[in-house]
Nanobody, 127 residues
């Protein structure tokens, strides 16, 4: 497992943009998949986006497609989530996650498949 530290959350207004960062401490390999999940009060973890560390294949939840962009900087061992046109329903604690050995195909959208989790960063969007 690796250690993940998120940053970048805050209080925003609808329509604003925000970028979350996740620094990965530990060795990452070509098989690593990483993802962002979010959790609103009283709800379960919701998949947001995922990326393959090697090759950069990405997938998104329908609710954020076209507004959010996941990316990574291999040299800096950092993953990002660029969030544009924020909506109040985007308010949640956002978690950075990692999976050491992902499938050959697309990354998983299931929270239990990711074994490393960050502490989370709060994003609040007011209307």
């Amino acid at each position: 497992q690796v250690q993940l530290i998120e940053s970048g959350g805050g209080l925003m207004r609808a329509g604003d943009s925000l970028r979350l960062s996740c620094v990965v401490f530990g060795r990452t390999g070509s098989t690593y998949h990483m993802a962002w999940f979010r959790q609103a009060p009283g709800k379960e973890h919701e998949f947001v986006a995922a990326i393959k560390w090697s090759g950069g294949t990405t997938i998104y939840a329908d609710s954020v497609k076209g507004r959010f962009t996941i990316s990574r900087d291999n040299a800096k061992n950092t993953m990002f989530l660029q969030m544009n046109t924020l909506k109040p329903e985007d308010s949640a604690v956002y978690y950075c996650t990692a999976r050491e050995t992902g499938p050959l195909g697309l990354p998983s959208r299931r929270a239990p498949d990711y074994e490393s989790w960050g502490q989370g960063t709060q994003v609040t969007v007011s209307s």
